[in-house]
């Protein structure tokens, strides 16, 4: 079984820093901030804060050997938001002056007095220190924006291309994406934050048709993350991904696939390779523990959570190797950043530990409405906006399962397993509203037997209920085994918004899963 080295998600050294980027430094911050702050303040707010954001983004698509789509855009833009009279304000613009930073403080104070009467909860905000003259850039080595067009494109179309010569390999599809973000943040406590962060992404997937006109895919398992153009060029050396390592094995591992049996459903042990299991902690931790869905106020998209704020303390979660962290410094990572979009200096915190729900994600307002229950009056840094046009939300922090010091190895779980399935990469998923309810597919599924694999399955997903799930957690793999995956496309609110978040993880051992074959329960 031949998969790709897991990169040290923490290389020793790290990045040489960067500076924020000379054009939005040039950007009139300090002007447009006294504009909107003392208009704000002139109007009566107990608190107002101003964003200017810029996000410089590259998308690349392919399909079989040629590039079909590339796209280059940047969007600027300033939000003032306020407090008065109990109730939030928020206006946007685009136009970067300061008659426009004015009008926006007036706007947003009118948009509060509107809502003040409809208000029953009247907006407090948690204290936090004041942070002046702040900045943050995250950990890279190659700005992917500094990189000729051309080089990317040629780097991304070679590996597709090569992927397509192969004999077992019918089509390809093929994506990259870059962003760059800079983000400006100023309040009338006296924060100023100035930050900037780079991230990639890309997939590429193999397809294989079989004459009947069925077929079969395998995508790539390298995840996004929070890195420049050395993820694509420069190697597990550097702490980065094989690229060249991986499209070599997949059209054997392709044709591999399409031949295995279809699964027999029934209850299997699972080792699940933190290319898959990062998503089942998106989906049932990740999003169960954002306290505004546990509160109810975050219901429409995508539900809310079963984990609600009356369990803080007794839930029992998982077993008592489950262990998560929330955390906006992990290296690398998609939602990593210096400070939030309150101002808040990020850090990092337990959810669950040793199988008990601890602790959950929140924003400034949050933690100062439920101080006494959840035994804290800060924010723990999760508020971010994906543009100026946005208001903030309550986001989705880096959650990621701890691995155990000394654990075993992926082959070492698997040694342990006389009857069950090892799953690698993610694929598709469902979830209930409550975050309860769920199944995953994956990229490839290979069948153990009596400690050992013996070859692919086909058709497999796994289903549970998430506090079942993570209750048949026998044990965890060691940091050797660890991950960080991740999406670009976390989706939240309305109007919605989309967030970047990595979720690390190293291999797990569950025991006595239900498994489904896909294919019988599509009716085919």
């Known amino acids: 079984m031949a998969t790709p080295v897991h990169p040290d998600p923490h290389p020793p050294g790290g990045a040489p820093a960067h500076e924020i980027d000379a054009e939005f430094l040039a950007l009139p911050r300090a002007a447009l901030t006294d504009a909107a702050l003392q208009t704000a303040r002139d109007l009566g707010v107990t608190h107002a804060d101003i964003r200017i954001e810029r996000l410089r983004e590259s998308a690349l698509s392919f399909r079989d050997a040629s590039l079909e789509s590339r796209h280059e855009g940047a969007t600027v833009g300033l939000a003032v938001r306020v407090v008065h009279e109990g109730a939030w304000g928020f206006a946007a613009g685009v136009d970067l002056t300061t008659d426009e930073a004015v009008r926006l403080a007036r706007e947003a104070v009118a948009m509060a007095k509107v809502a003040a009467p409809l208000n029953s909860e009247p907006v407090e905000l948690a204290e936090e220190p004041v942070h002046p003259r702040a900045s943050w850039v995250s950990a890279y080595t190659a700005d992917p924006f500094a990189i000729d067009p051309g080089e990317r494109v040629e780097r991304v179309g070679g590996l597709c291309r090569t992927l397509y010569g192969a004999s077992d390999v019918d089509h390809v599809e093929g994506q990259f994406e870059a962003v760059l973000e800079n983000k400006y943040y100023a309040d009338l406590a006296g ?3 100035t930050q900037q962060r780079v991230r990639v992404l890309c997939q590429i997937e193999a397809i294989r048709v079989d004459p009947e006109g069925g077929f ?8 996004p993350v929070g890195r420049g153009w050395e993820w694509m060029v420069s190697g597990p050396a550097a702490g980065c991904w094989d690229w060249d390592g991986e499209i070599e094995i997949i059209p054997g591992l392709l044709a591999e696939k399409a031949k295995a049996s279809s699964v027999e459903p029934g209850r299997y042990d699972l080792v699940i390779d933190p290319s898959n299991l990062w998503l089942t902690i998106h989906e ?8 505004d869905r546990a509160l109810g106020y975050e219901a429409a998209y995508a539900g809310t959570s079963f984990a609600t704020l009356d369990q803080l303390g007794t839930l029992r979660y998982g077993s008592p190797a489950m262990t998560v962290t929330g955390d906006r410094t992990t290296p690398h990572a998609l939602a990593t950043i210096g400070y939030d979009d309150e101002g808040v200096a990020t850090r990092r915190f337990d959810i669950v530990r040793a199988g008990t729900l601890v602790g959950y994600q929140l924003d400034r307002a949050m933690a100062a409405r439920n101080t006494a229950a959840l035994g804290t009056a800060a924010s723990n840094g999760c508020s971010f906006a994906d543009s100026a046009g946005h208001v903030p939300l309550q986001r ?36 209930d509203m409550q975050r309860y309810n769920f199944q995953f597919t994956g990229q490839r599924f290979y069948e153990i037997r009596d400690g050992r694999i013996v070859g692919q399955l086909r058709d497999v997903a796994y289903q549970a209920t998430t506090t079942d799930f993570w209750g048949s957690l026998e044990a965890v793999g060691g940091p050797q085994t660890y991950l960080l995956g991740g999406a670009f496309n976390c989706g939240k609110g309305q109007p919605g918004q989309v967030a970047a978040v990595s979720h690390g ?11 489904l074959n896909t294919r019988r329960e599509a009716g085919r």
């Not at 049932?284 to 306290?291: D, F, I, K, N, Q």
Request: negative net charge.
């Open 191 to 193: 924060t100023d934050t």
């Open 216 to 223: 079969e895919s395998m995508r790539t398992i390298a995840p």
């Open 284 to 291: 049932s931790v990740g999003h169960a523990t954002e306290l």
């Open 396 to 431: 989705m922090a880096n959650v990621s399962l701890l691995p155990a010091p000394g654990g075993p190895s992926t082959e070492e779980l698997i040694g342990q397993v006389q009857r069950g399935i090892y799953v690698v990469g993610d694929k598709s998923w469902s979830i």
């Open 505 to 515: 993880c190293p291999s797990a051992l569950f025991r006595g899963v239900n498994v």
